[in-house]
């Protein structure tokens, strides 16, 4: 789950990046630099966040189903029965 959060995150902060060039590319057109040419362009940054997205929609998550059972007990054993809640 932790690599499909970062995936994610990585692939949003790419568009950000993607947006930032932008801008920077529509004041290199006024100076003439080719648009091939700004730097750190990623040009597949859409088509990665959305690969990255369905991944992370198809993930399940158990701990959903495990809380109901775990309502009456201790913390102690919670703790115990969910590994990442210590």
Same mark, same amino acid.
Request: charged content about 15%; hydrophobic content about 50%.
């Given at each position: 789950?932790?690599?499909?959060?970062? !995936?994610?995150?990585?692939?949003?902060?790419? /568009?950000?990046?993607?947006?930032? @060039?932008?801008?920077?590319? %529509?004041?290199? *057109?006024?100076?003439?630099?080719?648009?091939?040419?700004?730097?750190?362009?990623?040009?597949? !940054?859409?088509?990665?966040?959305?690969?990255? /997205?369905?991944?992370?929609?198809? @993930?399940?998550?158990?701990? %959903?189903?495990? *809380?109901?059972?775990?309502?009456?007990?201790?913390?102690?054993?919670?703790?115990?029965?969910?590994?990442?809640?210590?």
């Amino acid at each position: 789950m932790t690599v499909a959060v970062v !995936a994610v995150n990585n692939a949003m902060s790419a /568009i950000g990046v993607n947006f930032g @060039l932008h801008n920077g590319y %529509v004041h290199a *057109l006024k100076k003439k630099t080719p648009y091939a040419e700004v730097p750190l362009l990623i040009r597949n !940054a859409e088509a990665e966040l959305n690969t990255t /997205i369905a991944c992370f929609d198809s @993930l399940t998550f158990p701990v %959903v189903n495990d *809380l109901p059972k775990l309502v009456n007990e201790p913390l102690s054993k919670i703790k115990d029965s969910l590994f990442f809640a210590g």
